[in-house]
């Protein structure tokens, strides 16, 4: 199989499942760990690539096939996605092998009676690429938008009446960057020590850029592979983005304190906590299945976290050994994702006005489930990975309003060019306007 093949079995398989892009493409690269550096890029680009512009890459093809996107053959589909995206953003792989490697692919795969539909469109596609015309600015600013950017209309729409067309464009082009790689730096690790793995990681070709919010965060560029940068099998560092970090630097830890997070997998925030504790107190970082749990395990043995202790617990399900037990509780509830669509390029697809109602009665299941696991005096961090005001800004006043919680101001914590933005306790992270992947946190206290 050449790399192209496998490409089109990761978007045929991606079809058909309920699984994340994210997670077939990395199993696909594990397969495949056999290919040279160059052959994986390839196959990462393409495949996230064509996930992530299908809206744009129908709309071109709409325009020069009779068959509509749609009606198409599953395994033709795929092929004229992936090829109509090299087209438009591989510019130095020639058309002219882009066209004949999709006939290739079609014949191989027993479609020789579309060899010649899927050479003829490719090849229209590509004398007229210059001359696509998305909808018109002035009169439909909205469809310019989606097709522009490959969203569909109804969440366009939906954040630009909660953030106005400019920042909502912001975020959109934001979702179709390739960001660096966030880690978070141990914090026991001495000056040497950061400057001696930075220069190790440099070395080999990464780019490293300091964080301008946190002192331990950097961001990485040119990484072909987390697992075999100096420093990963000794738990230097973990990959964590920044929205993450700041949850736990704005819960104000304290030395000996109790930290339980209710929705823990893969571990980043219960383990940031650990090292907050540095050796005291403890952590007890749960989650739904033992598959879930035994990542955090990993990522627990790996950072040498002793203070943290693992086990499966449904948040959903109330543990009465936990009750009146929290110094902090954390809790970064399911949610739309909406904010990490950069990283996940299929949830944009995925979500829908229904299910955006449905996350928030499972967002106030488990927050009211949890809730007596904090102490009197106590902190609830509630965090989502979304931009989505319903699972946010509505679910904060919630809290508030439900239970006896005051929200706590997180301006001392937060590093100065966020705190101006912090407003009654919360703080909304947006693609494109912030650093980070788009998060919300808010902070209370149990009076």
Not at 170 to 196: C, M, N, P
Not at 211 to 238: Q, T
Not at 323 to 334: F, M, S
Request: hydrophobic share 40%.
């Amino acid at each position: 199989m050449n790399t192209r093949e496998i490409v089109l079995d990761i978007l045929l398989e991606l079809a058909g499942q309920t699984e994340y892009s994210n997670v077939l493409i990395g199993a696909a690269l594990d397969k495949y760990d056999y290919l040279d550096s160059r052959e994986k890029a390839f196959i990462k680009r393409v495949s996230e690539g064509t996930i992530e512009r299908r809206l744009f890459l129908d709309y071109v093809l709409d325009q020069y096939s009779k068959t509509p996107v749609m009606k198409m053959k599953p395994l033709i589909r795929e092929l004229l996605r992936m090829s109509v995206y090299q087209l438009f953003f591989m510019e130095h792989i020639p058309a002219a092998a882009v066209c004949n490697e999709a006939v290739k692919l079609a014949k191989k795969r027993r479609f020789q009676n579309l060899q010649g539909y899927v050479n003829g469109v490719l090849r229209n596609i590509a004398r007229g690429r210059e001359h696509i015309a998305l909808p018109d600015r002035q009169t439909n600013p909205a469809a310019f938008l989606s097709v522009r950017y490959s969203m569909p209309l109804w969440l366009v729409t939906h954040f630009t009446e909660n953030y106005g067309e400019e920042t909502c464009e912001k975020i959109l082009s934001a979702y179709l960057e390739r960001g660096a790689v966030s880690v978070r730096l141990d914090e026991r690790l001495s000056k040497k020590e950061r400057e001696e793995l930075i220069a190790a990681w440099e070395k080999e070709g990464v780019k490293v850029r300091k964080h301008p919010y946190l002192p331990y965060a950097l961001g990485l560029e040119g990484v072909s592979g987390v697992r075999m940068l100096a420093g990963y099998r000794e738990g230097k560092f973990a990959v964590q983005d920044v929205s993450s970090m700041l949850v736990v630097e704005a819960a104000g830890i304290r030395p000996r304190d109790t930290v339980i997070d209710v929705c823990a997998a893969p571990g980043g925030k219960a383990l940031h906590a650990a090292a907050k504790l540095n050796g005291t107190g403890k952590v007890i970082a749960c989650d739904v299945s033992g598959c879930k749990t035994d990542k955090i395990e990993e990522n627990r043995a790996r950072l040498g976290m002793e203070n943290v202790s693992v086990r499966v617990q449904d948040a959903r399900e109330r543990d009465d050994s936990l009750v009146g037990k929290a110094d902090v509780l954390l809790a970064d509830v399911p949610c739309s994702g909406l904010g990490v669509n950069g990283h996940k390029q299929d949830i944009k697809y995925r979500v829908t006005k229904a299910s955006l109602e449905e996350i928030q009665v499972l967002q106030k299941e488990i927050i009211t489930n949890v809730i007596d696991y904090i102490r009197p005096g106590g902190i609830l961090m509630y965090s989502t990975c979304t931009i989505n005001p319903g699972e946010n800004e509505e679910m904060a006043a919630w809290i508030r309003e439900t239970f006896a919680l005051e929200p706590v101001s997180m301006k001392e914590l937060l590093p100065d060019v966020l705190a101006g933005e912090e407003k009654q306790g919360m703080l909304q992270l947006l693609p494109g306007v912030h650093e980070t992947d788009g998060f919300f946190l808010a902070k209370f206290r149990k009076k």
